[in-house]
Structure formats: structure tokens, C-alpha cells
T-cell receptor, first 111, second 113 residues
Framework: EAQVTQNPRYLITVTGKKLTVTCSQN?????MSWYRQDPGLGLRQIYY???????DKGDVPEGYKVSRKEKRNFPLILESPSPNQTSLYFC??????????FGPGTRLTVL | AQSVTQLGSHVSVSEGALVLLRCNYS??????LFWYVQYPNQGLQLLLK????ATLVKGINGFEAEFKKSETSFHLTKPSAHMSDAAEYFC???????????WGAGTKLIIKP
């Protein structure tokens, strides 16, 4: 089954404790993205990747890092999380005709 | 530059009534247009998309949308609302093959019994 997976689905952490949210797709897509979703603000792109070892900032990259060492994986790294990064995070990969396929989401709470 | 405007952050309709969710876009080139749906506690799912060809596009769950170039609109409709349609709906636009989607702010559809 074609899918995008994310882990963990839920995470509660404390300020400053490094964390990684994993994302993997099995559709051999080159383009992948990370979004955050906040009430009233819709979807905002954090980072995207055009291919292996090619990443670029989206609209809200501050406080986040990404890496793309393999085509299928695109982890999101928060090196020193802060409470304003409490949000719902989505990974997406892009197929033909710019169609994006989303993971199930990761709900992050930073205390 | 592309932009998307969804009119109404919340839309409430009675079960069985027509659903109309409005989306207007701006684009310097003929765009690709998308509607996604997000059910509570789930990720976003593609509802339908317009790329080229027929301007009336049919999607899943009885939804359809019509691309109207003269009005720069891509409104989403469904003839008869079901309780299961309660969700948040997002309109998005892209420059073809640019990979980037520009998102509307979303519209929450509320279905009244």
C-alpha cells in the first residue's frame, strides 16, 4: 500500500530536549515536505526536499532541521524544542501533477 | 505569485442540504488546483484535483468542483450533506510541476442534524 508514515504519533517533551520525528514514504517520490498546522493559521511549510541531499527552507524554518540521506526518509529534528513549537506536524511526499500525500500527523507538546 | 482565499472559516449546513465551499485563487500561469479533506484526528486526504481538460472535476464521497478561469474560482460542492462530511476542507493551488502547494486557511464544515 502506498503510504507516508510518521513516528511518533504523539509526543510530550520538555523544553530543550532534542527530538526527531521520522517520516518515510514508499512511493519513490523525490519531493517531500514538512508542515505544521496550528488553529487559525492553516498549514505552514517548514522545510522541503527536492531530492537526496537537497533541502530548503519553507515559510517557518526557525528552530527546525531536516536531513535527506535516503529518498524514502525525511526526518524532522528539533534540537532545542520550545513551547511555541507545540503543534500538529505533517510530512508529505509529492507525486505526479504536484499531488501531495500526507502522513497521519504527529501531535507534539513541548512543556 | 500564487495565493488562495477560502471564504468562511466555518460553514454550517443541515443534513441533506447543498454543500458549497468557496475557493478563489490567483495565479500568473494556468494552475493546478486541489481540494483536500481532514477528518478529526487524521491527516489530509486528496478529495479531487484539476490539472487540465474537463473543468468539472468529480472526487470522492460525492464531491465535485468546477474550475472557472474567468472567475478564478474552484468551489467545492456536494448536492446532499451527510453527517460524515463534517471535517475541515483545504483548497490549494500550484504552478504546474513546481511541486509547491499554496494553501488556503481551511474551512470547517459543520453538519446540523
Amino acid at each position: 500500500e502506498a503510504q507516508v508514515t510518521q513516528n511518533p504519533r504523539y509526543l510530550i517533551t520538555v523544553t530543550g530536549k532534542k527530538l526527531t520525528v521520522t517520516c518515510s514514504q514508499n512511493m519513490n517520490h523525490e519531493y517531500m515536505s514538512w508542515y505544521r498546522q496550528d488553529p487559525g493559521l492553516g498549514l505552514r511549510q517548514i522545510y522541503y526536499s527536492m531530492n537526496v541531499e537537497v533541502t530548503d527552507k519553507g515559510d517557518v524554518p526557525e528552530g527546525y532541521k531536516v536531513s535527506r540521506k535516503e529518498k524514502r526518509n525525511f526526518p524532522l529534528i528539533l534540537e532545542s524544542p520550545s513551547p511555541n513549537q507545540t503543534s500538529l506536524y505533517f510530512c508529505a511526499s509529492t507525486g505526479t501533477s504536484d499531488t501531495q500525500y500526507f502522513g497521519p500527523g504527529t501531535r507534539l507538546t513541548v512543556l | 505569485a500564487q495565493s488562495v482565499t477560502q471564504l468562511g472559516s466555518h460553514v454550517s449546513v443541515s443534513e441533506g442540504a447543498l454543500v458549497l465551499l468557496r475557493c478563489n485563487y490567483s495565479s500568473s500561469v494556468p494552475p493546478y488546483l486541489f481540494w483536500y479533506v481532514q477528518y478529526p484526528n487524521q491527516g489530509l486526504q486528496l478529495l479531487l484535483k484539476y490539472t487540465t481538460g474537463a473543468t468539472l472535476v468529480k472526487g470522492i464521497n460525492g464531491f465535485e468542483a468546477e474550475f472557472k478561469k474567468s472567475e478564478t474560482s474552484f468551489h467545492l460542492t456536494k448536492p446532499s450533506a451527510h453527517m460524515s462530511d463534517a471535517a475541515e476542507y483545504f483548497c490549494a493551488v500550484s504552478v504546474p510541476l513546481d511541486y509547491q502547494l499554496i494553501w488556503g486557511a481551511g474551512t470547517k464544515l459543520i453538519i446540523k442534524p
